[in-house]
């Protein structure tokens, strides 16, 4: 029987019982499917599918459209599994009013559980607005990929004394919000340390050592996003390279007349005597 979808006080209590949450990304049906059928309490369809799936550079060309058509795949292929959408760059920069709005798309269309935006101090207001119109949202700070050209890049953050200040004040935020949970990323685990003790929500990981769950993208622990791979991913399998190599067999397959074989074909049900005069009455080359 499939385990009862997490609610966010099962993911609030986890925290208080000091039980791990395991939260992966996944933008497509299988991909959600296989991770529910392993068991994990969350998934996130993450704007990285701009990266992973879509072949852009960077995640800020992703938009509301792709993010709500690969949250239905997800929501279909993970019925019973807690799901947060991820706010594309673009869709909350503008005003309470727009945060919204594209939450509330994420929730009725796509039927996600809960949204995840990047920012502390700077989106209060959004956050405060989007769960004042009853939507879980998750916080996102440290290293927030959408803008990155403001950090200087894809760079660690917190760890000088100022950033990490700046970072307890983003947290601090966020909570205040009324945000359920919150994702720090690439940040020193001495300051997620820090900041499991001082807030009260969950606080999950990526590439900030232990915290009150995990989040890894599937991409990257599948070894299936070939660009980069982040020094604080564990790499769990090799899809990428399985792929390639049953694409390698398969096309020597082809090129040697090994595939098709006779346990790949559909037979004839009429005698073959009837299909031999059937041909006899069309000249090859001569249709
Ligand atoms: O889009 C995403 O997958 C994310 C992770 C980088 C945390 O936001």
Redesign the pocket.
């Known amino acids: 029987m499939a385990a009862k979808k997490k609610s966010i006080f099962d993911l609030i209590n986890m925290k208080k019982a000091g039980e791990q949450v395991s939260w992966v990304?996944a933008y497509d049906f299988p991909t959600a499917s296989f991770a529910e059928q392993a068991g994990m309490d969350m998934i996130?369809v993450?704007?990285?599918?701009g990266m992973v799936v879509l072949g852009y550079s960077g995640?800020n060309p992703v938009t509301m459209e792709d993010c709500i058509s690969h949250c239905k795949a997800v929501r279909r292929g993970a019925p019973n599994t807690f799901i947060a959408g991820?706010m594309p760059f673009g869709s909350y920069q503008v005003s309470d009013e727009d945060a919204v709005f594209n939450a509330c798309r994420f929730i009725k269309e796509a039927q996600t559980d809960s949204i995840?935006l990047?920012g502390g101090v700077r989106v209060k207001s959004r956050i405060k607005a989007i769960t004042g119109a009853g939507i879980p949202v998750i916080g996102?700070i440290g290293l927030t990929?959408q803008s990155s050209g403001q950090l200087g890049g894809f760079k660690a953050q917190g760890r000088d004394v100022r950033s990490a200040k700046s970072l307890i004040e983003d947290a601090g935020a966020v909570q205040e919000a009324g945000a359920f949970a919150i994702?720090v990323?690439a940040v020193p685990p001495e300051l997620t340390d820090f900041l499991c003790k001082y807030l009260t929500i969950p606080v999950f990981g990526?590439g900030a050592g232990p915290a009150d769950g995990q989040?890894l993208?599937c991409g990257d622990m599948l070894g299936l996003f070939q660009a980069f791979t982040p020094k604080f991913v564990k790499q769990y399998a090799k899809v990428a390279e399985a792929e390639i190599n049953a694409f390698k067999a398969y096309i020597d397959d082809v090129k040697a007349k090994k595939f098709p074989s006779d346990e790949h074909v559909y037979h004839v049900i009429d005698p073959i005597e009837a299909f031999n005069e059937l041909f006899k009455q069309y000249k090859p080359g001569c249709p």
């Open positions: 990304t996130l993450g704007d990285s599918l995640t991820d995840k990047e996102h990929p994702l990323e990526i989040l993208i």
